[in-house]
């Protein structure tokens, strides 16, 4: 009996739990070198979007375009980004991560080398498209590589220094293509991403590891679906204020193909056994939020980048350079709170707290920009752009980061390819809305304020008089008429602030549907 209660009291304790270690997915020899290299792999895709654009009155110049035709050389590399994005996950699993990386961008600085030497109109589209395919696989391989080579306390840091390239990128790139064009010439818009692609490619053949592959059958149909309804999207969206919308046909055909193929590929993603997308992303709540986030962000502050660049050189008189450096600080506030929320969620602070204050923090902002008006100065461009700079970068990462959380490692870049694809989404469809409400509603206050235009309204300028002096009365009337476009369209913008202001504000509450962060 002594030798049993022996054995009894010497009985080892229960084994506690092991514990969870904060190792990398998959070690590198040198992190340091490999999140440049991606950073600045991710950072060149981003700029490429906006820098073209500063071009595009030279570029129509020089290969003998029309107003209506240069459109193409942005809408090619839309298209081409959008259909080829979904396969991003696909195309990983079954060829590799690393050796996808490296051809995308390989593929990106040669279509950019292309695209600088480019003679004529039809050579300049073909290569946007062959850029727009290699661009869209370097965002989400970026991201996911970023997550898998870094160790769990430390990914909502990594994700705040990806998420700084993709919000500055639009800032920086009108700026420096603006530069590039008026102190060199447009085809150093393109010719620029050689020397630093060259650098990424030497660093990621370098140090870039490579996941192991995963067999997956490749879903055609779907994939057919989704590329006809992004790809009708994206056309209706780009060549929509050309043609009138839909007082044309060609509007109803992409109409028709976008809103059949997201039905069927609905569907299609539903019930098949194998489709294009793991069906439990979707099951992941935090995951589906945050695309819905990331899409109402695409809507509402990448809009707002793209009007006010505009409304600054047309209304108030900045140039290229200028406009720039009032929109900088916008670029600071960001970078700010990425750090700042990159800290709290590594002590564990509940992001979904980071997210609602960054979207009223936003909302607030844009509330202010509707009160501007004509005679506003500098400050209130400055102040009100880093203000909302900071909500940006509140909402940014703790987004990413509550996204990525639940998901297992081998669904990373699928998931980054559809968070990437929401947000290039939303920033279409709310860039081409806000410039047409702007556009329609500029018409509308222009006929009201014209309508006041009267010889009895006490101006400085007699109007029933004015045809007595003939040539200088139409001086006087068209410098009367270019005042009220003026004020029209200043008009136009403080409502699209308006309404950028409110669904801001809307979007809010769905934030405490995600779930919060596991204690361990």
């Known amino acids: 009996m002594a030798s049993v209660a022996g054995r009894r009291t010497s009985a080892a304790p229960p084994a506690a739990a092991p514990a969870i270690e904060d190792v990398a997915q998959l070690p590198v020899r040198n992190h340091a070198l490999l999140v440049f290299g991606a950073m600045s792999a991710s950072l060149m895709q981003v700029l490429d979007v906006t820098i073209a654009n500063v071009a595009i009155p030279h570029m129509q110049a020089s290969l003998s375009a029309t107003p209506d035709t240069i459109s193409w050389v942005l809408t090619s590399y839309i298209v081409a980004s959008a259909v080829a994005m979904p396969i991003t996950g696909w195309l990983a699993d079954r060829y590799g991560s690393r050796r996808l990386f490296i051809i995308s961008v390989a593929l990106f600085v040669l279509a950019s080398m292309l695209c600088g030497i480019a003679q004529n109109l039809e050579q300049m589209v073909i290569f946007r498209a062959l850029q727009g395919v290699g661009g869209a696989f370097i965002g989400p391989l970026s991201q996911s590589c970023l997550l898998d080579t870094t160790k769990p306390s430390r990914q909502p840091q990594m994700i705040a220094l990806w998420g700084m390239g993709v919000i500055i990128g639009p800032i920086v790139g009108p ?42 059958r490749f879903d055609l149909f779907g994939f057919a679906m989704v590329a006809i309804a992004l790809a009708s999207l994206q056309l209706l969206l780009d060549r929509g204020n050309a043609v009138d919308w839909f007082a044309s046909m060609e509007s109803w055909i992409y109409g028709v193909l976008a809103l059949s193929g997201f039905w069927i590929a609905a569907i299609h993603l539903a019930t098949s056994r194998e489709p294009l997308f793991d069906r439990r992303l979707f099951a992941d709540v935090n995951f589906t939020i945050a695309m819905v986030f990331l899409l109402i962000v695409g809507m509402t502050m990448f809009a707002t980048i793209a009007l006010l660049p505009p409304m600054l050189q047309r209304l108030f008189g900045y140039d290229v350079i ?47 920009m509707a009160s501007w008006s004509l005679e506003v100065d500098r400050y209130h461009f400055v102040v009100t752009g880093f203000v909302q700079g900071l909500g940006i970068g509140l909402v940014f990462i703790p987004l990413n980061a509550i996204a990525f959380t639940t998901l297992p490692p081998m669904l990373r870049t699928d998931g980054a390819s559809l968070m990437n694809l929401a947000r290039s989404v939303g920033s ?24 006041n235009i009267t010889p009895q309204l006490g101006t400085a300028v007699d109007l029933s008089t004015l045809d007595r002096y003939q040539s200088y009365g139409e001086v006087v009337l ?27 504000l ?5 934030v405490f549907l995600m779930r919060g962060p596991q204690r361990r």
């Open 478 to 504: 068209s410098m009367i008429d270019g005042e009220v476009t003026r004020q029209a369209a200043m008009l136009a913008y403080l409502d699209d602030f308006r309404l950028m202001s409110w669904l801001t």
């Open 506 to 510: 809307a979007i809010v509450p769905l």
């Open 175 to 216: 700026v420096l293509g603006g530069y590039l064009t008026e102190m060199l010439n447009w085809r150093w818009v393109f010719f620029v991403n050689v020397p630093m692609g060259a650098v990424c490619l030497a660093i990621l053949i370098a140090e870039l590891p490579n996941r192991p592959l995963r067999q997956r």
């Open 322 to 368: 200028d406009t720039g450096m009032v929109l900088m600080p916008r670029g600071v506030g960001v970078l700010i709170t990425m750090q700042v929320a990159g800290i709290l969620l590594r002590k564990g602070f509940d992001g979904r707290w980071m997210v609602a204050l960054g979207f009223l923090i936003a909302a607030w902002s844009l509330h202010d």
């Open 428 to 451: 279409s469809v709310g860039i081409s809305a806000v410039i047409t409400l702007a556009a329609n509603n500029m018409q509308r206050y222009h006929a009201v304020l014209a309508e």
